[in-house]
């Protein structure tokens, strides 16, 4: 999810390009703690009931995802049980969400199968679900955390990465919708693009490489509880290339060349801002400044598609012995304290910090990984209130093929650079 930066003279949009709580231990057994009431709906959950959302729903044909999952956890009769449910579904709400974009099954409706945005509001539906849901047997806080979480998690495609023998790997990352509250109607196409390249093969110059992808919140705290670092750390070690990647400009793709760890407290999905600096687990200090890995040359060099791609090399940092953030076209200088990274300082700087801080506290520093902004994905011209129209889906399809384009090339980049 995605990255604010402000320049002067420019505005620069936000990027996911984004939720976990850490797995709870708790108990299978039907006298489990008891029940406590049900939580309020979240910021995001309260959302779900406007007009926009329940017609994209409907047009996709997901407005069946929350009633069908309701009755399915009604007839639960233990935390296990309900567990067990909740990671069907929510593996079942993923695939139907690739189904769709790949072209598979029915649309289940007019909106175009590339769309991203009923696989975020019919995981909405699930999560309000299992907030307010009050079993017959007794579910402490702890359990509705986790069944939450395991939820997020099998719902984001974040642990159905899987290899095939013979092909490179290559592992994507996308974020959901954001600034939901300037514009509800909202996709991201980061988003769009983990779906539609969700276990495909890409033939590339140094041969197939298989795709697999997940995504993100666009929240901070599940940043702060680790939700990067899970997700990707069981893969890092198998994948041949990763990239992060998130909505950024308008009209422009970018690779970021440098990562910073600062957070400039812009709002969230849940309306919440953090100023400070990217708290990351582990021991031992984290540096101010990650790097990419990625072919960044070859990228640019490429016809990808139809919009210009971009080396970003700037930052926002205060000098060492400073006092006041400076703008650094060509990256930071020696001991200099973050205040933004090339995609600025909001989620999707922030997980490519986090991805990139881990493929080197992992010894992976080989391995090619960093992170890519897309085009702004913008409606038709004087399309103010409807959900959708041709310039919106034209615009999302040429930047997803234009993502597995800069994909193939750095693929094959890398694969040149290794032989």
């Given amino acids: ?43 995001e959950e309260q959302r779900l009931d406007r007009a926009v959302p329940q017609e994209i729903l409907r047009r996709s044909g997901f407005a069946d995802v929350t009633p069908e999952f309701a009755d399915a956890l009604g007839g639960a009769r233990s935390y296990a049980q309900a567990r067990a449910i909740v990671v069907r579904e929510g593996s079942a709400l993923w695939r139907r969400a690739v189904d769709r974009a790949q072209g598979r099954g029915p649309a289940g ?26 079993p017959g047997f007794g579910l402490s806080e702890r359990q509705r955390a986790a069944l939450l979480d395991a939820l997020e998690r099998a719902s984001r495609g974040q ?32 988003g769009a693009s983990a779906l539609a390249l969700d276990g495909t093969v890409i033939e590339t110059a140094d041969g197939p490489a298989r795709v697999e992808t997940m995504v993100f919140p666009v929240r901070w705290r599940d940043f702060t509880e680790g939700t990067v670092e899970r997700a990707l750390r069981p893969y890092l070690a198998g994948v041949d290339l990763f990239a992060t990647v998130s909505q950024g400009r308008v009209g422009r793709f970018d690779v970021e060349r440098t990562n910073g760890a600062w957070r400039g407290g812009f709002p969230d999905n849940e309306n919440v801002g953090r100023t400070e600096t990217i708290p990351v687990p582990g021991p031992g200090a984290a540096p101010q400044w990650t790097s990419t890995t990625l072919p960044y040359r070859d990228i640019v060099a490429a016809d990808t598609g139809r919009f210009p791609v971009y080396d970003n090399t700037s930052v926002t940092e205060i000098p060492a012995g400073g006092t006041e953030p400076v703008v ?27 991805a990139t801080l881990l493929r080197d506290r992992l010894g992976l520093d080989a391995l090619p990984g960093g992170h890519v902004h897309t085009p702004v994905l ?29 994909v193939a090339v750095a693929v094959s980049a890398t694969g040149r650079t290794r032989g």
């Fill in 378 to 406: 913008q409606f038709g011209a004087g399309n103010t209130s409807e959900v959708t129209d041709a310039e919106f889906v034209r615009n999302r399809r040429d930047i997803i093929a234009q993502v597995r384009s800069i």
């Fill in 109 to 134: 409706g007019d909106l175009s199968r590339d769309d991203d945005r009923p696989l975020y509001w019919a995981r909405l539906g699930m999560t309000r679900e299992v907030r307010s849901w009050q």
């Fill in 1 to 43: 999810m995605i990255s604010l930066r402000v320049r002067i003279g420019a505005l620069l949009c936000l990027a996911l390009v984004t939720g976990l709580t850490a797995p709870a231990t708790a108990g299978t057994a039907t006298t489990a703690p008891a029940a406590t009431t049900a939580p309020a709906a979240t910021v």
């Fill in 328 to 354: 650094r076209p060509d990256g930071p200088t020696p001991g200099s304290t973050a205040r933004a990274g090339g995609g600025g300082n909001y989620l999707s700087n922030e997980i490519a910090y986090r």
């Fill in 159 to 190: 642990g159905d990465v899987r290899g095939v023998k013979g092909s490179k790997r290559v592992l994507v990352t996308g974020f959901d919708p954001f600034t939901l509250d300037r514009d509800i109607r909202i996709s991201n196409p980061s």
